[in-house]
């Protein structure tokens, strides 16, 4: 049964007087993968950020319509934006370990978080979180060194293992593979499939054989131009990963998976 934990309802998102994206409806179902696909600059990042309110730290962004998760109004004025960002995680493009130990980098969220355990209990969802991200055989000799100093790929894995410590209800990933080699994009996908076994998972990609691979559901974002020249970026349309490649219900989305535009 699939049931919906993020619902967007007319949502627009503005930076300034700029119409970026507008009149977005979807549902983001529970424990399943949703692909965001679409060319540059229609708007995918800036939906994805709108789900753990990651443009509220933008000077100029506004987010107009409705937006729940689970039962909240994601937007309501009681609603703690950090709070909203423990519970919706995020992994960005570009790897970005703290520059602390790779143990520190794990431990870190849960303690600001309140963690009360002892410190053999930090051991232990340290080492949880690194083997559910599948990267403890590779760090579990060096958990002192710096995070730095792992290869990309191995960095994106910590980070979405940093991710996972503070026990997110859904993580957000945008373009998480696009810093990373093949092998390492592999790895991340077959990663991606495992967690959502317990996680949500969004993820932006320009890539589309990984949305085909790895999502469930694949939303086509596109742009129209405006009057005066301004794109705004829209939600065509978002169905079953299988139908959006195979037998899609609008033009714009058949023509850009088969590669005829974009
Ligand atoms: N921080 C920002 N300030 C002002 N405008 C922004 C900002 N971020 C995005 N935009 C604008 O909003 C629109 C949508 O951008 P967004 O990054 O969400 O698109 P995207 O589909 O994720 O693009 P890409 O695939 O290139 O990452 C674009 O016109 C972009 O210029």
């Known amino acids: 049964m699939e ?12 930076y300034g007087s700029h119409l970026a994206v507008s009149g977005v409806n979807l549902a983001i179902n529970t424990n399943q993968i949703t692909a965001f696909i679409g060319p540059s600059g229609c708007g995918k990042s800036t939906v994805l950020r709108c789900f753990n309110r990651l443009n509220d730290l933008i000077a100029g962004a506004r987010v107009e319509g409705k937006i729940t998760f689970g039962k909240h109004d994601l937007y309501d004025s009681q609603i703690d934006p950090v709070a909203v960002r423990r519970r919706i ?7 970005n370990p703290f520059p602390k130990s790779i143990y520190e980098n794990i431990a870190f969220g849960p303690r600001i978080n309140g963690f009360k355990g002892s410190k053999s209990d930090m051991d232990d969802l340290v080492e949880r979180s690194l083997k559910q991200a599948a990267i403890w ?3 579990k ?27 997110p209800e859904v993580i957000l990933m945008d373009e998480p593979c696009a810093a990373l080699d093949p092998i390492s994009t592999l790895r991340i996908e077959e990663l991606m499939t495992e967690l959502k076994q317990r996680f949500t ?5 320009h890539n589309m054989q990984q949305a085909s691979r790895v999502s469930d559901m694949t939303g086509f974002f596109n742009t129209e131009l405006d009057k005066r020249g301004q794109r705004t970026g829209k939600l065509v349309e978002i169905d079953r990963t299988q139908v959006i490649f195979s037998s899609p219900k609008q033009t714009a989305t058949e023509e850009y998976v088969s590669g005829r535009f974009g």
């Open 141 to 167: 000799n060096k958990l002192g060194e710096s995070g730095l100093a792992l290869s990309g790929g191995q960095q994106q894995r910590l980070c979405i293992a940093r991710a996972i410590a503070v026990e």
């Open 3 to 14: 049931s919906a934990i993020i619902k967007a309802d007319d949502v627009n998102v503005y």
């Open 89 to 95: 995680g995020m992994v960005f493009q570009r790897p």
């Open 201 to 205: 998972i969004v993820i932006v990609t």
């Open 137 to 139: 055989e590779e760090v």
